[in-house]
């Protein structure tokens, strides 16, 4: 079993930055693909990024790219969203998930993680 929390949310101007994190419990972590999700209110679950185990490949949602990045430390069983440029339109709960069983694939799935946090807000002001 893996437990996930978010840190790092909360309200920043547009132009802003956020650093969220997501600390994972369980030894197996490092072979997880990570992902962060999102959703807004009255809005479907979405992808933001997500990673492989070794980070070699990662995937991001067209409206995030160029600005937010994903990373992780394996030794700290940690990923990471860093968030740059905000916009309004990134307002929404953000979730960080697991995948335990893809290796060199990343999926954009909901369904296709098997665990998730709780979420932490991220709101933008204009």
């Known amino acids: 079993q893996v437990q996930l929390v978010e840190s790092g949310g909360g309200l920043v101007q547009a132009g802003g930055s956020l650093r969220l994190s997501c600390a994972a419990s369980?030894?197996?972590?490092?072979?997880?693909?990570m992902g962060w999700f999102r959703q807004a209110p009255g809005k479907e679950r979405e992808i933001v990024a997500a990673l492989t185990w070794s980070g070699s490949k990662t995937r991001y949602t067209d409206s995030v790219k160029g600005r937010f990045t994903i990373s992780r430390d394996n030794a700290k069983n940690t990923v990471y969203l860093q968030m740059n440029s905000l916009k309004p339109e990134d307002t929404a709960v953000y979730y960080c998930?697991?995948?335990?069983?893809?290796?060199?694939?990343?999926?954009?799935?909901?369904?296709?993680?098997?665990?998730w946090g709780q979420g932490t807000q991220v709101t933008v002001s204009s």
């Open positions: 998930a697991a995948d335990r069983r893809r290796i060199v694939t990343v999926s954009t799935t909901p369904g296709d993680y098997d665990y």
């Open positions: 369980g030894r197996t972590f490092s072979s997880y693909v």
